[in-house]
């Protein structure tokens, strides 16, 4: 394969991080039996950590950032994968220390990659990225844990967010009362349209709350970390539980063992980075079945490479509404 194509490209010298839009050949890319054409990528809160350099994502420099890509296979050793194949891509330390999806070529091992459901075009499996795919195995964690939809309300917080978003949409097509935390309170419409059944100010959570408090919740998905996470913990009902995947508040936990031991709740950890790729199938299945696809267009801003430095200060100050898609095509 010859020729050159676009890649963004995160350097560091003498402590100072570099970003900049380069050419790249094939050459360039780091060893994989698959290689892909991406179309799309996605901005996500840990690649606004990485590419401002605000926490140290990135773990091998220079580095094509960009933690999820869609594309299509241009050539394959690996069993699984011929050319053609439409593939998605999460994690796996892609965009930390392998070269990843902000770039209009990719090359990592097939064992990595997902094959895309037929239901979703590579445009709509970067909408829902892996924010969208991290809220279904939160998702799956609460159904597994057997909270079923008449146990009461379902609080998402971080709720506008990208994560939040599709943990809302989700829960609701399954039928879930859902309540949006949020501090956008302007925002009310559009967490509604996602299927919130009501909106409240996240200032509720967000300072230091008491051990144990008011039963309100059957279960959580929780973005946000620290007090948020203390505080929705102390509101869970007995026997409920908690999907916690984020730390937008802090990655600290202040909390007291109350719920666990007077309420016998549990506190349910999701990662989606090294999920066995078993369970990646299983998600983008339960996505492909339950996911409302028509409400992608209004969780969805799509960007270039140029714009990802301005989105990157965005997403981690919060500015963001919904999902960051990253068109890459030529
Ligand atoms: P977004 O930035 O899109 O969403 C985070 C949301 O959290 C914001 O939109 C905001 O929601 C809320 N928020 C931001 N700052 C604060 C704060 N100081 N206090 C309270 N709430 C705050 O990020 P993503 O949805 O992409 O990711 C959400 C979190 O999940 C991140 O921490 C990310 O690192 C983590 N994550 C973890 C994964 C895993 O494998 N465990 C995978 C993917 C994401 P609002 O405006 O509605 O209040």
């Known amino acids: 394969m010859s020729g050159t194509f676009q890649a963004l490209v995160v350097d560091k010298q003498d402590d100072k991080q570099t970003v900049e839009i380069k050419a790249l050949s094939t050459d360039d890319l780091m060893a994989g039996d698959v290689t892909v054409r991406v179309d799309y990528s996605t901005l996500n809160y840990k690649d606004g950590l990485a590419i401002t350099g605000k926490s140290p994502v990135i773990r091998k420099f220079p580095l094509i950032p960009g ?22 891509l999460n994690g796996w330390g892609v965009g930390e220390k392998h070269h990843g999806g902000f770039a209009q070529m990719a090359r990592v091992p097939g064992d990595w990659l997902i094959r895309l459901p037929d239901t979703f075009d590579t445009q709509q499996a970067m909408a829902i990225g892996t924010a969208g795919y991290t809220a279904m195995l939160c998702v799956m964690r609460l159904q ?19 994560v939040g978003s599709v943990a809302i949409a989700l829960l609701a097509r399954l039928g879930y009362t859902v309540v949006a935390s949020t501090g956008r309170m302007n925002e009310i419409d559009y967490l509604k349209s996602l299927g919130a059944s009501r909106v409240i100010d996240r200032n509720e959570f967000s300072e230091q709350g008491r051990p144990i408090g008011k039963e309100q919740w059957a279960g959580a998905v929780d973005t946000v970390g620290s007090h948020t996470l203390a505080n929705v913990l102390a509101q869970i009902k007995y026997g409920g539980a908690v999907a916690a995947c984020g730390l937008a508040q802090g990655m600290d936990l202040p909390a007291s063992v109350a719920p666990f031991i007077l309420r016998g709740i549990d506190l349910l950890g999701v990662d989606s980075v090294m999920a066995p790729k078993v369970r990646r199938e299983q998600a983008w299945q339960r996505l492909a079945q339950d996911l409302d696809i028509n409400l992608l267009e209004n969780m969805t801003t799509t960007i270039s490479l140029s714009d990802i430095s301005v989105y990157a200060e965005k997403i981690l100050a919060g500015e963001i509404r919904g999902r960051t898609v990253v068109d890459i095509r030529g």
């Open 144 to 162: 597994e844990h057997g909270i079923n939809a008449e146990d009461g309300e379902i609080i998402v917080t971080g709720a506008a967010g990208g």
């Open 67 to 88: 933690i999820d890509f869609a594309g299509t296979v241009e050539q394959s050793s690996h069993d699984d994968f011929k050319t053609g194949d439409k593939v998605v």
